[in-house]
């Protein structure tokens, strides 16, 4: 059973940046189209980024230009690098395949506040 450990959340000021990293223990993820997710404080989980196996990307329009996804196949991990952090983007980020997969991991805290 895949268990996905993100980290590198933390509290940032508007305009800052975070790296978040993700690992999977149980799987290997270079077969898989991975994604990035988030669900803000009181709102529903969204998909935020996907990377393929062949590292093609996709991101949803509010981070488009701000946010980049990675993948290091032999690390078996997983990168969102954010830039130009916005209060909106304060969330919990999770890390899990696209489509997702049970179970989700406990996700990482990004909080954008001045």
């Known amino acids: 059973q895949v268990q996905f450990v993100e980290s590198g959340g933390d509290l940032v000021q508007p305009g800052g940046s975070l790296r978040l990293s993700c690992t999977a223990a149980g799987s290997i993820l270079r077969a898989y189209v991975l994604g990035w997710y988030r669900q803000p404080p009181g709102k529903q989980r969204e998909l935020v980024a996907r990377?393929?196996?062949?590292?093609?990307?996709y991101y949803t329009d509010s981070v488009k230009g701000r946010f980049t996804i990675a993948r290091d196949n032999a690390a078996n991990t997983v990168y969102l690098q954010m830039n130009n952090l916005k209060p909106e983007d304060t969330a919990v980020y999770y890390c899990?395949?696209?489509?997702?997969?049970?179970?989700w991991g406990q996700g990482t805290q990004v909080t954008v506040s001045s």
């Open positions: 899990n395949r696209w489509p997702d997969v049970s179970p």
């Open positions: 990377i393929t196996s062949s590292s093609s990307t």
